[in-house]
């Protein structure tokens, strides 16, 4: 643990990037399940757990997948700002993101997101109710996907998003109780690391 205490900047923004390369895969790390916050129609935050899929340091870019007719999908089509929230209560580790969200519908992005998502999740997207809808009691969506059972997915791929945050900075907070120690992370052309008071 002291070991994390005395990082340099440099190791602390490998370490960030190798605990997000964990949680593409590693379904037990709390990288696995970002959280994050988009703006609604109403101008409030609105955050919710989503599951890390992809990421691409050199592009500064981690990815998720989502249903295009989730609420989701329109905040960010009308406001691509978005902030991502991980706390890793193992490691005490807190990472918040900034960032613009890009949509990717009918592109190659898109194509390459379904072509390596499993059955299992292909079925969340073939649900006849657009996430949100109520609807008039929970069975219907087990109904519904009893139907979908033995059926060609591959037609619900109309429903399905592949959403990549652009990364513009990341803050690393360590908690520990000899003092904790935060960073900031600039990102563009080239990356600006600073320490930060907790």
């Known amino acids: 643990i002291n070991k994390m205490k005395n990082m340099n900047l440099n190791d602390i923004y490998d370490q960030i990037w190798d605990d997000l390369k964990d949680g593409v895969k590693n379904t ?45 999908w329109l905040e960010i089509k009308n406001n691509n700002k978005i902030s ?6 193992n490691k005490k580790i807190q990472i ?3 960032g613009l969200a890009i949509l990717n519908y009918k592109n190659k992005i898109w194509e390459s997101a ?11 997207y073939s649900t006849p109710y657009p996430p ?3 609807i ?18 591959e037609k619900y791929k109309v429903n399905f998003g592949r959403i990549d945050i652009h990364i ?12 904790h120690r935060r960073t900031k992370f600039e990102l563009s052309k080239n990356i600006s690391m600073s320490w930060l008071a907790p």
Request: glycine residues 2%; proline residues 5%; hydrophobic residues 30%.
């Open 28 to 72: 037990k790390s709390a990288f696995h399940y970002p959280i994050i916050s988009t703006i609604d129609k109403n101008g409030y935050p609105s955050s919710r757990t989503v599951v890390l899929r992809e990421i691409h340091k050199e592009n500064n870019i981690i990815s998720f997948n989502t249903d295009i007719r989730s609420k989701k």
């Open 84 to 89: 991502v929230s991980i706390y890793e209560p």
């Open 96 to 98: 918040r993101i900034i």
């Open 114 to 124: 379904w072509d390596s998502t499993p059955s299992m999740s292909r079925e969340c």
């Open 132 to 134: 949100s809808t109520a």
């Open 136 to 153: 008039s009691k929970p069975e219907d969506i087990d109904t519904s996907l009893k139907k979908i059972k033995n059926e060609d997915l």
């Open 168 to 179: 513009k900075s990341v803050d690393w907070l360590y908690l520990i109780h000899s003092g």
